[in-house]
């Protein structure tokens, strides 16, 4: 082969490589270029209904009394009988408890004894007094007969006729009788005090029978009122001394309940109180609610809270005394207040609500829980970026941002209309 056509074929055929290349190349599909496709996530929404709403402050109470009745025994004393047990409902006058009248009638009878034996002596006291007084007089003439007889037996015997003897003997008779004169008149003088004496005796005699006849008329306890026995700590048959506690028992109309107020909002409900603003609240007993109403605050407080007092409204009768209570106090009301399910709010000052399909992040001052109608329980919140029918989020996310684009699954939410109970968080794609 010439050596000019060894060397062209390797050139036609590097050629004609480049130019099948080159075709090839030139000829061959474009793929379109690939686009990013932002999410749009599923949520749903529920329109704000600004409102004077109260929110609520969940508190835990004691039902309790301040007028405890404690029976007690009158005087020392065996228990006869015993008519209640605990947690009797009694009525009024009904018998509770009774002591052995014995126990009562034998000191009755001895304070009678010694009224009787002092009004003995008062009588006797004063008929010595009238014995005395006519004494006196005799005694005083006694006397003036003695001086007579000393004065007859002076004169004899200034005339020498007389014996110093007799003189001596007349002397000392004037003195025994002037003697007995004196003390005749002591008794008279001491007639007022031995009589007043022997009637203060015969007071106190008197008063410690009216005292045994008070502890024997309180031997026999009876109801003061319809109410409750708390409590019974003697049987039929127990010694019992003066002042032991026998029986408790409560009315239901005074019961109250008593619940710590934790300080932050110690303020603001002493400053509702004050206004005459009445705060109402309840609690739940099984199926029952009963209603309350904040009375007044204890007298005493700690850095931890304040004791409130509540009175009960309507019926009582499924209250017992030392019960445990979970009560609901409503707060002063705020205007502009919105109810929003607690799954909607973030870090509890931050929500947000639905603008052209965005997430707008809201700055909120929650205001505390409420119990709807319906039993559910919502957060109160309050800001100035809500309005009337803003369409606020209350799907939980956890990639929640500003900005994030979202649709809401309801094409038209009612006003006042809660979130679902469970919620399903899907991107969709446009």
């Known amino acids: 082969m010439p050596i000019a056509l060894r060397i062209l074929v390797p050139i036609l055929i590097l050629t004609l490589a480049a130019a099948i290349y080159y075709f090839l190349n030139e000829t061959k599909p474009i793929q379109a270029q690939p686009q990013i496709q932002e999410r749009t996530w599923r949520v749903e929404v529920e329109p704000a209904s600004p409102a004077r709403l109260a929110p609520e402050l969940e508190l835990y109470g004691r039902v309790e009394t301040p007028d405890l009745l404690r029976a007690a ?40 004894a010694d009224i009787a034996g002092l009004q003995a002596r008062i009588a006797s006291e004063r008929n010595r007094h009238q014995t005395d007084q006519l004494a006196l007089v005799q005694e005083q003439r006694l006397l003036q007969i003695a001086r007579d007889a000393v004065a007859r037996q002076e004169r004899l015997k200034t005339q020498k006729v007389g014996a110093e003897q007799a003189l001596d003997e007349a002397e000392q008779a004037e003195a025994l009788q002037a003697l007995a004169v004196s003390s005749r008149e002591m008794s008279i003088a001491d007639h007022p005090s031995r009589l007043q004496e022997l009637e203060a005796q015969l007071a106190g005699a008197r008063a410690r029978l009216a005292e045994l006849d008070l502890e024997y008329e309180r031997a026999t306890i009876r109801a003061p009122y319809d109410g409750i026995i708390s409590s019974v700590q003697v049987t039929a048959g127990d010694q019992v001394s003066k002042g032991s506690i026998l029986l408790s028992m409560y009315a239901l109309d005074h019961l109250q309940v008593r619940a710590r107020i934790p300080a932050p909002y110690q303020a603001e409900l002493i400053a509702s109180l004050d206004s005459g603003v009445p705060l109402q609240a309840s609690a739940r007993i099984g199926s029952e609610s009963i209603a309350l109403r904040l009375e007044r605050v204890a007298g005493e407080a700690d850095p931890s809270g304040i004791d409130g007092l509540f009175q009960v409204l309507g019926e009582p009768h499924s209250l017992r005394l030392g019960q445990v209570l979970t009560l609901r106090l409503e707060r002063p009301p705020r205007e502009g207040s919105v109810a929003v399910p607690f799954r909607a709010v973030y870090g509890g000052n931050r929500l947000y609500k639905l603008e052209k399909g965005r997430m707008v992040g809201v700055q909120i001052e929650s205001l505390g829980g409420r119990i709807e109608s319906d ?56």
Do not use: C
Request: overall charge negative; hydrophobic content about 40%; charged content about 25%.
């Open 375 to 430: 039993g559910r329980e919502r957060l109160l919140v309050q800001s100035p970026e809500l309005g009337a029918g803003d369409l606020i989020i209350t799907t939980p996310m956890p990639n929640a941002m500003d900005g994030l684009r979202v649709e809401f699954t309801d094409p038209a939410p009612a006003a006042n209309t809660g979130a679902r109970t469970s919620t399903s968080l899907k991107p969709i794609s446009e």
């Open 73 to 112: 025994a009158s005087a020392a004393a065996r228990v006869l009988r015993v008519a209640v047990r605990d947690g009797d409902v009694v009525h009024q006058g009904q018998l509770l408890l009774q002591l052995d009248e014995r126990d009562f009638l034998s000191r009755i009878g001895q304070a009678k």
